[in-house]
Nanobody, 131 residues
């Protein structure tokens, strides 16, 4: 069974940090670009960050640039999202998704991933930023 499983969410105070993990089972992430998305209550899902299949390109939404870092560890079949300086507006369910399209081999685009869809999605992990 092909699955993506997110973990690492939780409750954190403003200014704090969390590291989310996205682990794959049933397939190897080596051949996939990965996107992190989030959906806050009452809002549409938005792209947060992406990493190309070869790991050479990363992109971030303006709202998280300079605070979040995406990385991949193919040996562990896992992609991470390090989130620092968290704000209450970062509160959301965070999802990772995988896509093996050739266009993402050396680059990635949150806009394209959002509009074209992704092959696989995890079920999400809740991040709550509150004092």
């Amino acid at each position: 069974q092909l699955q993506l499983v997110e973990s690492g969410g939780g409750l954190v105070q403003p200014g704090g940090s969390l590291r989310l993990s996205c682990a794959a089972s049933g397939f190897t992430l080596d051949y996939y670009a990965i996107g992190w998305f989030r959906q806050a209550p009452g809002k549409a899902r938005e792209g947060v960050s992406c990493i190309s299949t070869n790991g050479g390109t990363t992109n971030y939404a303006d709202s998280v640039k300079g605070r979040f870092t995406i990385s991949r560890d193919n040996a562990r079949n896992t992609v991470y999202l390090q989130m620092n300086s968290l704000k209450p507006e970062d509160t959301a369910v965070y999802y990772c998704a995988a896509e093996d399209a050739l266009r993402y081999l050396v680059t990635c685009s949150l806009a394209t991933m959002t509009s074209n869809g992704m092959d696989y999605w995890g079920k999400g992990t809740l991040v709550t930023v509150s004092s």
